[in-house]
């Protein structure tokens, strides 16, 4: 479901246009149309910026505005860790003016097939977390580094298209200061907990955690394969010795496993979203990360 591009939707126009001018072929209304058609195609005309997945689509379209058009690579419905390139895709990458990564590993099957040179890492200058062998690359789950995600943006749709320099830099500095907002609701959600630990399904709440001062185990690795028999039995271990009262799955991924635990241990298992699939609207990352603060504070203190 990527969204209209400037070129269907100026050809769809054309098209629509011309019928008008058949049916009026004479006569002042003609050159009003050809007006309107010069005037909304220039106001269209940004430039073309492609974002991966969903979580850097919204921070680009937060500071883009409607300076730039802003699509989507990965539909907003699939994993991107599950996601291969095709024809199609490629052809729609060198279309791109800007391409915008998350970066920390997480498009490097992606990387290895596109021109670099329009290519942005967000996650450049983010202190990133390594796990065994791999980098993790959830960075965005951490508002703070989702605020460094939004400044590098800012300054490539800046050095892209200079002319709006001064408009992408107020957006970004708007949503900024909601991030920071975000970040100290979640600081102060957090604070209230008794419990210091944080168990999840998927290995995606790593920045999540050590913004936040919390103990972090999980039950997969990176990629989200099946639980890991060395993860289960530390957690096992974690669960009965802290008497902790809630583990997490998440939306994204199944939570069979996590059944055994309730089973097992009495845990709650409640449900997390890490925001890679969602919808594609300016001010969902905020809306979820609060929900996510909410099941937590939520699940951890339930008697
Ligand atoms: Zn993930």
Redesign the pocket.
């Known amino acids: 479901m990527r969204m209209e591009t400037t070129r269907s939707l100026l050809l769809k126009r054309a098209g629509k246009i011309s019928k008008i001018l058949n049916m009026w072929s004479k006569g002042l209304f003609s050159i009003v149309v050809l007006i309107f058609l010069f005037t909304s195609s220039a106001a269209e005309a940004g430039k073309k910026v492609v974002a991966t997945f969903l979580p850097v689509w919204i921070f680009t379209k937060n500071v883009a505005g409607d300076r730039a058009e802003v699509s989507l690579l990965v539909p907003p419905g699939m ?3 599950e996601f291969s390139l095709k024809p199609a895709d490629l052809k729609f990458l060198d279309e791109a003016d800007l391409i915008v990564l998350n970066g920390a590993g997480l498009e490097t099957h992606i990387l290895k097939r596109i021109d670099t040179t329009k290519v942005i890492d967000t996650s450049k200058g983010i202190r990133l977390i390594k796990s065994g062998y791999a980098v993790d ?2 960075v965005w789950l951490d508002p703070l580094q989702a605020m460094i995600q939004v400044k590098n943006i800012r300054d490539a749709l800046s050095a892209l298209d200079p002319e709006n320099k001064s408009y992408y830099e107020a957006n970004a500095e708007s949503y900024i200061r909601r991030l920071k907002s975000l970040d100290m609701e979640i600081m102060q959600g957090i604070q209230r907990l008794k419990s210091r630990y944080l168990i999840t399904y ?3 709440f790593g920045y999540f955690a050590r913004r936040y001062g919390l103990r972090y185990y999980s039950l997969t690795g ?3 394969e099946n639980p890991l028999p060395g993860k289960m039995r530390v957690v096992y271990d974690i669960v009965r010795e802290k008497g902790i009262k809630a583990v997490f799955s998440e939306r ?1 991924f199944p939570e069979r496993s996590l059944e055994r635990l309730r089973r097992d241990l009495g845990v709650n298992v409640c449900r997390l979203d ?1 925001i ?1 699939t969602g919808s594609p609207e300016v001010d969902y990352y905020e809306k979820v990360m609060r929900e996510n603060l909410n099941t937590i504070v939520r699940c951890m203190e339930a008697e």
Request: aromatic residues 0%; charged residues 20%; hydrophobic residues 30%.
């Open positions: 994993d991107i860790h690359p959830h998927h290995e995606a990176l990629q989200a994204q890490t890679e």
